[in-house]
């Protein structure tokens, strides 16, 4: 980087294509060996088929090698910032068409999957002689104008400080100012005192599983059904009788399967419904679609009731919950599945899958000695 330059890249390298060839290159040389030794013929077709494979690849490799991917690039330079997107030029703006430039960090959802580094956003305020249409440049909410659609890292904005406050005035933003760097685990605590299911000090609740107690009732009761039928069939002469006990017997064995199929079928992956409940945060987890949020950004939760169904609805505790968390916006409806229903009063949010008799037991003992967050009353 000079002094007056600095080229931030996303282009894709090509150094992994080289050690394609290489690789590819040296496994041609070993079925060469192979195809042309002193080994039988089925081994020599073998090996001039894997021969004809691995230099196809090789050369496949090598001419993207050779042919680099287009630029992807966010330039800083003395005239201004320009923007290079598939091998163009896709923006430029001049310094002097700048009123201010803001780095944002980003705010990141709490996932105990990826907890991933900071990234920041690089945003504009436009002057008055700025062309913003023109630029083809995205709205903040605030007005101001997103200029990267690169995410920058904590690296790329110390490179890049020196260079912008030489030219504009710049401001640093920060979201996650809130976040705890070292949390207790009242969660995790009482969970393991309860016997919970407790991995990597992260409470799981199965959301839509069935009740645990019930489904062993159900099993001790119709083994001792099934027991007493068995007897009955062995020990009495009647032909009535036993007719009648090997038809509760079917019965209670195809009520047994049915019962057994809906319940297995609520741990398969696409039907399974998580709430994880973790040192800093909870992860609602369901087949493709995630809820995160921190601790600290949660006030209190409840539970709520819409049609006979159970949910957990929780309070923000700050009004930048709904600008840090845009895409939870659905969860403040009454009923999370109708797209008509009315919102939640006082900022309540409702996630959006009914609780089970168990997961709710399970969940209130998790939270017993919570201090952080308040449970009130359900609605």
Known sequence: MADDRLVISRTPGVIGHLVLVVLFGTLTVVMAFAMFGDYQLAVRIVGGVLC????????????????????????????????????????IARWEDIEKVFLSLKFREYSRLNRGSDQFTLVLRPGASFDAQAAGLAREPDGDLQVSDIAL???????????????????????????????????VTSAREAA???VDDVVKIHVNGWDKRKMWAFRF?????????????????????????LAVLFALFVVTILVEGMEGATHEKKQKVVLELGPRGFYFRTYGTFVGAWWHEIEAV????????????????SDMFPLRHPRLAKLTRQNPYDDESESLSGGWYRLARPFTVNARREFETSMRKSERVEFRETV
């Open 196 to 198: 919970l299911d407790v």
């Open 52 to 91: 004809a494979v691995f230099i196809y690849c090789a050369t496949i490799e090598l001419r993207n090698f050779r042919t680099p991917p287009p630029s992807d690039e966010l330039i800083f330079e003395v005239t201004g910032i320009t923007r290079i997107t598939g091998g163009v030029v896709a923006w």
């Open 221 to 245: 009761s119709c083994l001792m059904i099934e027991v007493c039928g068995l007897v009955i069939v062995a020990t009495t002469a009647g032909t009535a009788m036993r007719v009648y006990a």
């Open 302 to 317: 409840r539970w709520g009731v819409d049609h006979g169904s159970t949910y957990l609805d929780f309070l923000p505790g």
């Open 153 to 187: 890292r904590p690296r790329d904005a110390e490179q890049m400080l020196p260079l912008l406050v030489r030219h504009v005035d710049v401001a640093i933003e920060d979201d996650n100012t809130a976040v705890p760097t070292v949390p207790d685990e009242p969660v």
